[in-house]
């Protein structure tokens, strides 16, 4: 694997990179988790919603929110406060590929590991609900928003979302994507959804009530470097870590290619 952080860019961008991340994995056999956020904050849709039925796209016009279709599936989320990451990697990887169900737990629990080093008492939604939870139901309705409910294998914090995660697989390879709240900001979302005032309101409601974020722990601005450093800590000093535009390679397979452990970032700045 190949920790890359990324920093921040806006919806296009980010999606943009993940999408060549997804096509770049399915012919290379060294997966790469990229760790980002979005700069201006703004909205994603999964790849099968029709922004024109989710949005109301003349009031993110309006207040200036950028929007963006994903590569992977799932509903829409309002992206702030948060951090976010991406995990390609080719279905035949021995760790991080194999079912849809085992990419997912095995990713899962690199998160929950992740945050628990920086003293978040996260779980693993299956494990948090075997011991009884007391995560509310959210009432059947419109297409909820992607924090609305929670996921075997997600992670929780207090029995609610913290993370919410999608992936989208092909024949050769997976892309997950999924972000960790930090404070309120995906409560916006119901401010752009394509719903009457009043629809809006209870979609704030149920998104407020299903969630959890680690602001009372970390702040709703904590750098995103401090998760890349407990993951790089958990990962080892055999997982590279690269910043910035050193990863830029990683979004072609061309590029990838030759790419080894022993690969220093001063070679890479050459």
């Known amino acids: ?20 991340l997804l096509a770049a994995g399915e012919r290379s056999a060294e997966p790469v988790l990229r ?32 929007w963006a279709v994903r590569p992977t599936g ?30 997912y737990e095995r990713v899962s629990e690199l998160l929950v590991a992740s945050v628990r080093r920086l003293g978040l008492p996260a779980a693993l939604a299956s494990v948090s609900r075997r011991r009884g939870s ?5 009432p059947r309705g419109i297409a909820a928003p992607c924090f609305a409910s929670s996921a075997r294998h997600e992670v929780v914090l207090e029995g609610r979302k913290l993370v919410g995660s999608a ?10 994507q999924g972000s960790l709240l ?4 995906h409560l916006r979302l119901a401010d752009y959804l394509r719903a009457p005032e009043g629809r809006r309101r209870e979609w704030r409601r149920k998104l407020a009530v299903a969630t959890r974020h680690a602001g009372r ?18 990962l080892g000093s055999a997982v590279p870590r690269v910043e910035g535009p050193e990863g830029l390679f990683l979004l072609t397979p061309e590029n990838r290619a030759p790419y080894t452990p022993a690969f220093s970032q001063a070679e890479l700045r050459q």
């Open 182 to 185: 930090l404070g309120e900001g």
């Open 74 to 103: 799932g509903r829409a989320i309002f992206h702030a406060e948060e951090w976010t990451y991406s995990l390609a990697a080719p279905l035949t990887h021995p760790d991080w590929g194999g079912s849809q169900a085992r990419a």
């Open 217 to 234: 722990w970390w702040g709703p601005a904590a750098p995103l470097g401090l998760w890349a450093d407990a993951l790089a800590a958990i």
């Open 35 to 66: 760790l980002f956020a979005f700069d201006p904050h703004g909205i994603t849709l999964g790849m099968n919603q029709i922004p024109e039925r989710e949005l109301d796209l003349a009031r993110c016009e309006g207040d200036g929110i950028r």
């Open 1 to 20: 694997m190949i920790l890359w952080l990324d920093g921040a860019h806006d919806a296009t961008e980010n999606m943009r990179r993940d999408g060549l």
């Open 167 to 176: 992936q989208r697989r092909t024949a050769r390879g997976l892309l997950q």
């Open 134 to 138: 007391d995560a509310p139901r959210v």
